[in-house]
């Protein structure tokens, strides 16, 4: 490969800071190269941006001697960097001259400002005017995490020694500025003495991400660092010079917002006193604008309230029932209690209650009502003086089970990150969440909670990592659409089938017989006979509309052993639910299926019996599920399988407009790592909203998967993922709280064992378009991760690299735009979002009046592999013994464990003991494990996790008064409990050491064990 030297002799350029790139070693210069002249200029002035420090302003200058780094690329790779120095005298415009190594072809080169160039230098220091107007180029190519100047793009294509073409260089700069004045109004003058090393600003109405900390009074910038945290401004200033005593310090406002009158806007104050914590509220009595061409001043008067100590704060609590908070409520109450009011809100003892426009007044306990799905108007709110957890005691305030709608508690701390937990109706529960130090608030959703306590507490909380500065631009990164292939944006319609389905013409049983089934016995005879029809060549068109709910034993052979509706052979059906309509832990089994739809169904999911999922398809043409909810109603890795799960080669599949509500394995699309033949696999995900679930959004092998405009919001272990040779292409979808956005099977770019996608076999992936918020502390760089060119892990090359044209699918699309897909999703996925309040006709049960639910011929769906990472948060592990004399061990509530190792003797109850079954949490037990001289159960805790056991039991005879069973532990002492005849033995909940070996067995006398369960926890 030809190798030609490029020269930059000029550049003029400004900058306000900088991140120290990492050093390189230099390049040796090969023999046989071709040195070509080339310059890059900057426009001046007027692209540029500056902070007014002084009377008049004055341009920034270059001293003769000065350097700017360069960083391009170099074989597809941007690691290649070069030092270039100013050969010229002071001025606004630098020359930097220098020899770059560079192949034959395209090269994107980036400038950078180094860091060390300003130490010293006060004089040239750069001070700057903010003009009114100001021409604010694409900031694509800015990295608002790192302390860092970066240039635009500059490309440059050379081929046989000769330069064909070269951009201009231009540099980022900052949009708006803002005053910030912090001064001691404390009676003891609590800052007195104090330097101020960092100020937070967070805003309720609008989110900020800045740049720099500078001190206005004398602009300059010597030993400041600074980082953007999610939704706020957060800079550190480390001279010594800005004291808390009232002088002005600035922030440099990245993205210009509008702060509403009436809107909160906190700072928080660090000090060289780790121990103070400083934190002002005001609320804005008028619009503040940072906006370019403004600076207006923010001061934050700073009173007794406002400062505490970290030492002295372990711990805060609100009991809502106590006679303070009645009061406070009452303080606050209108003219006619319960009636509504208007934006009230209460204060007590540090924590506020705000509530937005006519919202009902409450004075009960306390409840708050959002609405489902809403964290807007309503929520209490409190400062956590330091990390810790958040206990949060309430009650779902129905206590019917037909209480269809999911109410959830949801906090969300400093760092934006938001978690929610579902709370069951009738029973007072307790969740418990991390927090970090700062404002946390706490909302509720789904027509109301009732509030018990709040308590928070500094004990157990998480050590706070620091991410890292992101590194630079890198090929794993996000990559460019080219414009000529972008999709349309604009306005979608979400009732409007696209993507492969589409495309494969797909029409379901439109047309045809309409049918009305309300009972899932009858449905699931009725598709049996169906199967022989169409055998027989009847393939006439059905519209099927589902009402009531169906049960896990509606489904094959009528028993929750095998929970779902065969739709095998088949084809030209559709499947509507009515609004009201529910499949209670039932799912959809299609195979050899064609032209099918599945719309406006609520899929509570199934336990994973036999490999049930939600919706499997398996050798499938043609399938269209839409406006469907999936709900995980247990919320554990191997208790369910797959919401919507696409292999055995079923093609042309679309799933849009669904929500995946804590889903652990959403989306599996291939089978397996040999199952090769899904190659032949066509699917589009699309305005999907992936609300808190677990993984696979898709997961996808072999085969090629459009996944655009979906929702990510709190997904907790990977979003979009690519493995042997599947090509996946990831656009235009909004991804809030990800750690992982994307996914691939062994690409070098990860950082050791990362992946959670094992093989041996890379997948392809295409990210680009896509929108990134409140990206968690943990996340790892490249983010997000990409994939065009690696065969296998460290391994071969393609040929060619993949281009975005080689994921694009052929048919036509229209896009929203990535940043409003939050509202649209929101605003439309799930079931009940068509208004199909009724089916059209009569319920009829297809004329099914004999109920036969077991095919000749049955077969299972499989249960998709296990590789995603298993949840390090703990399981529970239990033993017990089934009428059928057989022996059960389950891991979180699924069969199939193998955690204990039992003698296989067995206790019957109707024989010598005092009844013929005995109750544990509920159930009646025949059948125990008979402890004899020589029955046991014996079991080993994790190494890493906290573990408790509990067991019971009960003795055979009732002469056998000196009976008693141990716990016994590998090392140590044994526990020892006496043995009941008439009732069940508990031996209440026992902590056990980590990595330790335990026998349950007779210490004397007969018994019988009923049941075993070991806890793991963090």
Not at 798 to 808: E, I
Not at 915 to 931: H, L
């Amino acid at each position: 490969m030809k190798k030609i030297l490029v020269s930059i002799l000029g550049i003029a350029a400004m900058a306000t800071s900088a991140c120290q790139p990492k050093e390189q070693a230099e390049i040796a210069t090969p023999s046989g190269v071709h040195e070509i002249s080339v310059t890059f200029t900057a426009d001046l002035p007027g692209t540029r941006t500056f902070i007014e420090a002084a009377e008049g302003g004055w341009q920034p200058k270059w001293q003769k001697g000065d350097a700017m780094n360069v960083t391009y690329k170099v074989d597809g790779d941007y690691t290649a960097q070069k030092s270039f120095v100013n050969t010229i005298e002071d001025g606004t415009t630098g020359s930097f001259s220098g020899n770059l190594e560079i192949t034959d072809g395209t090269h994107t080169i980036y400038a950078y400002y180094p860091k060390d160039m300003k130490d010293g230098r006060a004089e040239t220091t750069f001070k700057f005017a903010l003009p009114a107007v100001q021409n604010v180029p694409s900031l694509s190519t800015f990295d608002p995490s790192c302390d860092l100047l970066v240039s635009d793009a500059c490309s440059v294509t050379v081929a046989d020694a000769a330069l064909a073409s070269a951009g201009t260089l231009h540099f980022n700069r900052v949009l708006a500025v803002a005053k910030v004045v912090v001064a001691d109004a404390t009676t003891e003058s609590k800052l007195a003495g104090k330097k101020i090393k960092s100020v937070t600003l967070r805003s309720s109405a609008g989110t900020l991400t800045g740049r720099v900390l500078v001190n206005i009074e004398t602009a300059e910038i010597t030993g400041w660092d600074s980082k953007v945290s999610y939704n706020y401004v957060t800079a550190a200033y480390e001279g010594d010079d800005w004291a808390a005593d009232g002088k002005n310090g600035a922030f440099v406002i990245v993205n210009p917002v509008t702060l509403a009158a009436g809107s909160t806007l906190t700072a928080e104050v660090v000090t060289d006193d780790d121990d103070l914590l400083v934190a002002r509220t005001v609320t804005l009595s008028a619009p503040v604008a940072l906006q370019s061409g403004v600076i207006p001043t923010l001061t934050f008067n700073i009173a007794d309230g406002d400062v505490s100590k970290k030492s002295e704060v372990t711990s805060l609590t609100w009991d809502f029932s106590t006679a303070e908070w009645q009061a406070a409520l009452e303080a606050q109450a209108p003219a006619a209690k319960d009636t509504k009011a208007s934006n009230w809100g209460v204060a007590y003892g540090g924590l506020s209650y705000a509530a937005g426009k006519d919202d009902k007044w409450s004075v009960d306990g306390y409840i708050q009502s959002n609405g489902a799905g809403s964290t807007s108007t309503r929520y209490f709110t409190f400062t956590a003086p330091a990390d810790g957890k958040l206990s949060v005691s309430v009650r779902n305030p129905k206590d019917t089970e037909n209480e269809s709608s999911t109410r959830t508690v949801s906090v969300k701390d400093a760092q934006n990150t938001v978690t929610s937990e579902v709370v069951l109706y009738g029973n007072l529960e307790t969740r418990e969440f991390n927090v970090k130090a700062g404002t946390v608030n706490v909302y509720a959703s789904g027509n109301g909670l009732r509030f018990f306590t709040l308590v928070f507490t500094t004990s157990g909380a998480v050590d706070p990592e620091d991410p890292g500065q992101p590194d630079t631009p890198a090929e794993a990164a996000e990559l460019t659409i080219p414009d000529n292939l972008k999709p349309a944006e604009g306005t979608v319609d979400p009732t409007a089938m696209v993507g492969f389905a589409q495309a494969a013409g797909v029409t379901g049983g439109e047309g045809g017989t309409v049918l009305h089934f309300n009972n899932g016995q009858a449905l699931q005879t009725w598709l049996l006979a169906r199967t022989k029809t169409e055998k027989a060549g009847d393939h006439t068109p059905v519209v099927i509309w589902l009402s009531g709910t169906f049960t896990d034993t509606d489904g094959r052979d009528f028993s929750s052993a095998h929970p779902w509706f065969d739709v095998k052979d088949v084809s030209n059906l559709s499947f509507y639910g009515t609004d009201g309509f529910v499949m209670d832990r039932i799912g959809i089994f299609c195979v050899r299926a064609s032209n099918i739809i599945i719309r406006n169904i609520n899929f509570q999911q199934p336990k994973a019996n036999n490999g049930a999922d939600a919706v499997s398809m398996q050798q499938c043409n043609g399938v269209w599920v839409d406006h469907c909810t999936f709900t995980s109603l247990n919320q554990t890795k191997d208790y369910e399988d797959g919401s919507t799960d696409i292999t055995h080669a079923s093609k042309n599949v679309t799933v849009s407009w669904c929500r995946y509500i804590k889903t652990q394995k959403s989306c599996l699309v291939g089978h397996s790592n040999s199952a090769s033949a899904d190659v032949d696999i066509t699917a589009t995900f699309h305005h999907n909203w992936f609300d808190g679930s677990s993984s696979r959004h898709p997961r996808v092998r072999f085969g090629w998967a459009h996944v655009y405009n979906n929702l990510y919001e709190g997904c907790t272990t990977y979003g979009a993922g690519s493995a042997y040779g599947a090509k996946v292409l990831v656009e235009y979808n909004y991804f809030d709280a990800v750690q992982l956005p994307t996914d691939i099977c062994t690409f070098p770019a990860k950082d050791g064992d990362v992946s959670n996608l094992q093989g041996s076999v890379a997948g392809y992936l295409f990210a680009g378009e896509d929108v990134y918020v409140n990206r968690p502390a943990k996340a790892r760089n490249p983010y997000p991760l990409t994939n065009l060119e690696y065969k296998k892990y460290n391994g071969d090359k393609l040929a060619t690299p993949l281009t975005y044209a080689d994921f694009k699918p052929a048919y036509a699309y229209t896009v929203t735009p990535a940043e409003i897909v939050p509202e649209v999703v929101k605003a439309n996925a799930g079931y009940g979002k068509l208004g199909w309040t009724e089916a059209p006709v009569a319920v009829d049960n297809g004329g099914i009046t004999d109920f036969n639910g077991t095919d000749d011929d049955p077969e299972n769906p499989e249960q998709g592999d296990g590789d995603d990472p298993e949840d390090t948060s703990g399981h529970t592990y239990t033993l017990s013994v089934n009428d059928g004399k057989t022996i059960i061990q389950t891991k979180d509530g699924a069969a199939g464990a193998s955690f204990f190792t039992s003698s296989t003797s067995l206790a019957d109850f109707s024989k010598d003991y005092s009844s013929t079954s005995f109750t544990v949490n509920g159930t009646a037990y025949k059948y125990g494990i008979k402890f004899d001289s020589k029955g046991s159960v014996t079991f080993t805790t994790s190494s890493t996790l906290n573990s408790t056991a509990q067991f019971y039991f009960v003795r055979r005879k009732s002469t056998g008064t000196g009976a008693k069973i141990q716990l016994v532990p590998a090392e140590g002492e044994a526990t020892v409990f006496e043995t009941p005849y008439d009732t069940v033995g508990d031996s209440g909940e026992v902590a056990l050491e980590k990595g330790m070996s335990y026998t349950i067995k007779q210490k004397s006398d007969e018994q019988a064990l009923i049941y075993v369960i070991v806890k793991e926890t963090e």
